[in-house]
């Protein structure tokens, strides 16, 4: 298995709904991460999981919170998001994030998200 | 902080060969990545640089001169398929951890 999963494809969602986006890797990778990315504009990095434990938060606001509840799995939890946060949320893993070590990250198909 | 600068569009026709440049300024350089994205569709890996030199990899090379803080990206015998956003990304060595940054991409248009 050489992929990252992501459900759902889509989603909509109201501005007072919860809701959960999930990524899911079976290929060992001990670091994950959240990227967003808008339309014709580059992923911005979000959140780094090394381990398991939450290694990088890029001053995301609190209305996104990260979960990473074993190795294979990575969550992000959504609650009172705004219009503005609509895009495509992208997972991707990598093998290791040792600073000597550097892998090429493998990056989920995304999640394309609406805000109402 | 750190700066990565490509091209916006680019056109090109068939058959033909195309470079795309980027340039970059980082503090922690750990190595360039070059990614083909289609519209909708998640970033796809096609190469690594962290020595200066040139990688060859099939249609697809790639350049790196860490002193120039400078990369390309050769595509040859270009097809229709290859239509797409190719993004260079540094990953760069901060607080402790690597960090995978992006440029803003590169949209390229191949033309029968």
């Known amino acids: 298995d050489t992929e990252v999963t992501q459900t759902p494809k889509h989603l909509v969602m109201g501005m007072t709904n919860k809701k959960s986006l999930k990524c899911e890797q079976h290929?060992?990778?001990?670091?994950m991460y959240w990227y967003k990315q808008k339309a014709k504009k580059p992923p911005e990095l979000m959140f780094v999981?090394?381990?398991?434990?939450?290694?990088i938060n890029e001053s995301v606001p609190s209305r996104f919170s990260p979960e990473c509840p074993n190795s294979s799995l990575l969550n992000l939890h959504l609650h009172a998001l705004q219009p503005e946060d609509s895009a495509l949320y992208l997972c991707?893993?990598?093998?290791?994030?040792?600073?000597?070590?550097?892998?090429?990250?493998?990056f989920g198909s995304g999640t394309r998200l609406t805000v109402v | 902080g750190q700066n990565i600068d490509q091209p916006t569009e680019m056109t090109a026709t068939e058959g033909a060969i195309v470079q795309i440049n980027c340039t970059y300024q980082t503090s922690g350089f750990n190595g360039l990545f070059w990614y083909q994205q289609h519209a909708g569709e998640a970033p796809t890996f096609l190469s690594y640089n962290v020595l200066d030199g040139l990688e060859e990899k099939g249609r697809f090379s790639s350049f790196l001169s860490r002193s120039k803080g400078y990369s390309y990206l050769l595509l040859k015998e270009l097809q229709m398929k290859d239509s797409a956003s190719y993004l260079c990304a540094v990953l760069m060595f901060s607080g402790g951890y690597n960090k995978l940054i992006f440029g803003a991409g590169t949209r390229l248009a191949v033309h029968p």
């Open positions: 999981y090394s381990y398991e434990k939450l290694s």
């Open positions: 290929m060992g990778h001990r670091a």
């Open positions: 991707a893993s990598s093998q290791d994030f040792d600073r000597n070590r550097n892998y090429g990250y493998t």
